[in-house]
């Protein structure tokens, strides 16, 4: 079945640095991509997505491109703030709109 | 974002008990979604409606009963739970049950079976 593995955290970086949280999947077809983040004590919430191969998804100085050839959709930002700590979870959606999560990856930013 | 609510927000209940988890959407969407958050395990998809006829259940077991009245509402009722259910419980909703149309969560409810 439909698969997402993301790296494992927790994540601790100082404020500014620059940010990589690896995601690749394996699925049937061609999903849509998502990273959604979840701040303590809160539901999800998406942070960017991407429908097709080569698309780049980008929100709030966040950026993921969806790489068909290497089934991979990573997640960077250039320079971190303490406000971005939370639990990032990369997922695929299959053609029903089911959603299959990774198991997420904790990041602390450090000021 | 008040687009998905949930309450309560936490629930202690006994494993005798009987409760209900209630989410609400206000964003005019025709699917709504139960997920399952446990610790250190990636989340579960237990329930979807379309418009208010379930299309899938992830064989999720009978003491869980979901319960959607109409497109706006969904419920999770709770019984005769064991400790291993306490979890985090998240209610989603998105425009319709097709691809790329984005879901959007609730906060969730905190539960905790003792």
């Known amino acids: 079945g439909d698969s997402v593995t993301q790296m494992e955290g927790p994540v601790t970086l100082s404020e500014e640095a620059f940010l990589t949280i690896n995601c690749t999947y394996t699925a049937t077809g061609y999903p849509s991509l998502f990273w959604y983040v979840q701040y303590p004590g809160e539901g999800l919430q998406l942070l960017l997505k991407a429908t097709k191969a080569d698309d780049k998804g980008s929100n709030k100085g966040f950026e993921a491109t969806y790489r068909k050839e290497t089934t991979s959709f990573h997640l960077e930002k250039g320079s971190v703030q303490v406000s971005d700590s939370a639990v990032y979870f990369c997922a695929l959606s299959d053609p029903r709109n089911k959603l299959v999560f990774g198991a997420g990856t904790i990041l602390r930013v450090k000021s | 974002e008040t687009g998905v609510t949930q309450t309560p927000r936490h629930l202690v209940m006994g494993m005798t008990n009987k409760k209900s988890l209630k989410c609400e959407q206000h964003?005019?969407?025709?699917?709504m979604y139960w997920y399952k958050q446990s610790a250190k395990k990636p989340l579960e998809l237990m329930f979807v409606y379309s418009l208010e006829e379930r299309v899938e259940n992830n064989s999720v077991p009978s003491r869980f009963s979901p319960e959607c009245p109409n497109s706006s509402h969904l419920f999770l009722h709770l019984h005769t739970l064991q400790p291993e259910d306490s979890a985090l419980y998240l209610c989603?909703?998105?425009?319709?049950?097709?691809?790329?149309?984005?879901?959007?969560f609730g906060p969730g409810t905190r539960l905790t079976v003792t």
């Open positions: 989603a909703s998105s425009q319709h049950v097709t691809d790329s149309y984005e879901q959007y």
């Open positions: 964003l005019g969407h025709n699917a």
